[in-house]
């Protein structure tokens, strides 16, 4: 059974800092685009960063860059995402995704992990 199980979420204050993991098992990510993703209450799911295979390109959602940065450890299946300067605004349920297809969609899913950050 193939899994992304996301961890690092919590309750933060504006300004802090948290870093999300997602380790995945049942298969190897190494050849795939991992993401991000996030959805806020009333939200729809928008989407946050994502990394290619080899990590050499990353592309982010222009409200959070410079504060936010993804990266990956293949060696552990792993993607991670770096927050900082983090403001009420990013609370939401973050979702790892993995392995994106041509069409932009996205075959495994974790089961999210809540932010939330108090004013």
């Known amino acids: 059974q193939v899994q992304l199980v996301e961890s690092g979420g919590g309750l933060v204050q504006a300004g802090g800092s948290l870093r999300l993991s997602c380790v995945g098992s049942?298969?190897?990510?190494?050849?795939?685009?991992m993401g991000w993703f996030r959805q806020a209450p009333g939200k729809e799911r928008e989407f946050v960063a994502t990394?290619?295979?080899?990590?050499?390109?990353?592309y982010y959602a222009d409200s959070v860059k410079g504060r936010f940065s993804i990266s990956r450890d293949d060696v552990q299946n792993s993607v991670y995402l770096q927050m900082n300067g983090l403001s009420p605004e990013d609370t939401a349920v973050y979702y790892c995704a993995g392995c994106k297809s041509a069409t932009d969609n996205y075959t495994f899913w974790g089961q999210g992990t809540q932010v939330t950050v108090s004013s």
């Open positions: 049942g298969r190897t990510f190494s050849t795939c685009t």
């Open positions: 990394v290619s295979p080899n990590g050499g390109t990353k």
